[in-house]
Each structure stands twice: as C-alpha cells, then as structure tokens.
C-alpha cells in the first residue's frame, strides 16, 4: 500500500466517519488559549493558532498570523461566524483533489482559496474500496492491522520531504506566508495533522522553537482528533476491528514526525538546508519568515 492508499484511506476514513461526527464535538471556552491549544471552534476541533511559542533566543512567535487546521467542512452557522472572526485572507488547502471534492471548503466570504496539492505526484493505488474495506474491520484488520498502517505512516511522512508536488507546495505556502497581502492566513489538510502537523513542525523548527515543544505541538492533534471521532473509533472496535488501527491512522505519533525529520537530516542535513535547497528558500527568504512570525526578544 503506497502513499496514495493513505491518501484514499484519509479521505475514506472521514466520509465513513462524518455520520458519527456532530454531537460528539466539543469546544473548548478558553479566551486566551495556551501555544498549540484549540481554538474551541467545535466544527473545526483542530483549528489552532501557530503562534504563542517562545524560541531558544527568547523570541515569541506571533498569534494571529497564520492558523493551522483540519478540514473546514462542515461548518455551523455560529462557528463560520468565529471564523470570519479570524480576519482570515488566504486559505491553503493541502489536500488532493478527491478530498477537496468531497468536502469543498467552507469559507468567510473574501478568503482567498489556494489549492497546493502536496500529495499529487505520489504514486502506487489502494485497495479498490477503500470505504467498503473499513466497514468490513475484520478484512481491515488483514490489510492494515498489526501495525502496518502506521508503518505506512512513517513511510509516507518520508515523502513529504521527497516528493516533488510537496516540495512546491511546501514551497508556495512558505513563501506566501511571509508576503504582507495573504495574512492572517490558515492553511489545512483533513484532520490537520499529517500534511498540516509537517508544515507546522518544519516552520516552528525554522523559527527557532525548541524540539519538545515543536513535539508536544505536533502530539496535541491526538487531544482533539480522538474526542471528534470517538463513536466511529468505538463502533469500528465493537465489530471486531483491530483497536490499533485508528489511532494509527487517525493518531499522530513520534515516529511519523521523526520520519520526516530524519530524511531532512539525510537529504539536507538541517532545517536550514530543507528550505534552502528542498523547498528553493534561501538565507534572505527564510529571514523573511522569521521577521513576519517573530517578536525578537529585547527589541
């Protein structure tokens, strides 16, 4: 099972489990949330601010320029009303086509809508049906049981830093996240915690934001994708499907962001080298970023 196989499984696992989400929704009544917390938004359980978090010299990084998040589909009435709240410019949409089909996003009117589809140029096929496969756990649990879906995971978050479309993806969202006219911006995949928890965790890396806390970011996923998908992840298990197998795919876990950060020591041997020569942002255009995201310490 390539990469393109989690990438039908994605978008499969979040039709099937769409009929289970809306009631089981929490949200989170914090006014000043803590770096990486929630934004309480309950249509968007995922929907966090980037900033808030303080770098190895001291520097803060700035709330209220960009938003990482899942998908912004389906959306109550009163939470589009919190999101157009945000002020919101650009939206970056990280997903591949047959997920944006699926679940077109949900926007405030004026928010530009960019598509940067990271996952194009992966290659290799997923079983034929991948929605009839997870309502059949006991044939899932063949196919994707015993941690072979999390070793896929690890695996396809190697490709993040290869593959082509994710290098100019990647590429375009850096790039215009430092340019004046698309902030605040929000950028997202399907739960916002593979393409999107990649992205964030290269960026904080970039901007100077100590390890544990750029893991500790990534890892927080869990504490609102679980809750949301909860009655699916229950009713899948009750019929006999193998209890590792969501949180596998719906989880996130040290070892896929390790993955990732390990083929940009292999490929590049630093972060700086990642966006310098992966993603084509030299010296002067990741100073950009730094000046647009951080509040330097002392000034």
Same mark, same amino acid.
């Given at each position: 099972?390539?990469?393109?196989?989690? =990438?039908?499984?994605?978008?499969?696992?979040?039709?099937?489990?769409?009929?289970?989400?809306?009631? &089981?929704?929490? @949200?989170?009544?914090?006014?000043?949330? @803590?770096?990486?917390?929630?934004?309480?938004?309950?249509?968007?359980? &995922? %929907?966090?601010? =980037?900033?808030?978090?303080?770098?190895?010299? /001291?520097?803060?990084?700035?709330?209220? =320029?960009? !938003?990482?998040?899942?998908?912004? &589909?389906?959306?109550?009435?009163?939470?589009?009303?919190?999101?157009?709240? %945000?002020?919101?410019?650009?939206?970056?949409?990280?997903?591949?086509?047959?997920?944006?089909?699926?679940?077109?996003?949900?926007?405030?009117? /004026?928010?530009?809508?960019?598509?940067?589809?990271?996952?194009?140029?992966?290659?290799?096929?997923?079983?034929?049906?991948? $929605?009839?496969l997870l309502s059949n756990p006991k044939e899932a649990n063949k196919v994707l049981g015993g941690g072979?879906?999390?070793?896929?995971?690890?695996?396809?978050?190697?490709e993040f830093i290869t593959l082509p479309s994710a290098k100019a993806s990647f590429h375009q969202l850096?790039?215009?996240?430092?340019?004046?006219?698309?902030?605040?911006?929000?950028?997202?995949?399907?739960? /916002?915690?593979?393409?999107?928890?990649?992205?964030?965790?290269?960026?904080?890396?970039?901007?100077?934001?100590?390890?544990? $806390?750029?893991?500790?970011?990534?890892?927080?996923? &869990?504490? !609102?994708?679980?809750?949301?998908?909860?009655?699916?992840?229950?009713?899948? =298990?009750?019929?006999?499907?193998?209890?590792?197998?969501?949180?596998?795919?719906?989880?996130?876990?040290?070892?896929?962001?390790?993955?990732?950060?390990?083929?940009?020591?292999?490929?590049?041997?630093?972060?700086?080298? !990642?966006?310098?020569?992966?993603?084509?942002?030299?010296?002067?255009g990741q100073q950009r970023l730094r000046d647009r995201f951080l509040v330097v310490a002392g000034k």
């Open positions: 099972m390539k990469e393109q196989a989690l =990438v039908s499984l994605w978008a499969a696992l979040t039709t099937v489990a769409a009929a289970f989400l809306g009631s &089981n929704l929490t @949200a989170s009544a914090q006014d000043s949330p @803590a770096p990486g917390a929630s934004l309480g938004i309950a249509s968007v359980p &995922n %929907l966090r601010d =980037v900033g808030g978090y303080t770098t190895q010299d /001291g520097s803060v990084v700035r709330r209220g =320029v960009a !938003y990482r998040s899942d998908q912004l &589909n389906p959306i109550t009435p009163d939470d589009m009303k919190k999101l157009a709240a %945000l002020g919101l410019r650009t939206d970056f949409d990280l997903r591949t086509a047959a997920e944006r089909q699926k679940r077109p996003d949900q926007l405030p009117p /004026g928010v530009e809508d960019v598509w940067l589809n990271v996952l194009a140029d992966a290659e290799g096929s997923g079983p034929a049906e991948i $929605e009839k072979k879906a999390a070793a896929e995971f690890v695996k396809a978050y190697r850096f790039v215009e996240l430092a340019e004046d006219g698309q902030v605040p911006s929000l950028y997202h995949c399907t739960t /916002g915690k593979d393409r999107t928890g990649w992205a964030t965790a290269a960026l904080l890396t970039l901007l100077g934001v100590p390890k544990d $806390e750029v893991y500790a970011d990534y890892l927080r996923s &869990n504490d !609102y994708i679980f809750p949301a998908y909860k009655k699916f992840i229950d009713h899948f =298990v009750a019929e006999g499907g193998d209890q590792s197998i969501p949180p596998d795919i719906l989880g996130v876990k040290v070892e896929y962001l390790e993955a990732s950060f390990d083929e940009v020591k292999t490929q590049y041997g630093s972060i700086e080298g !990642y966006f310098d020569k992966g993603l084509g942002i030299d010296k002067a």
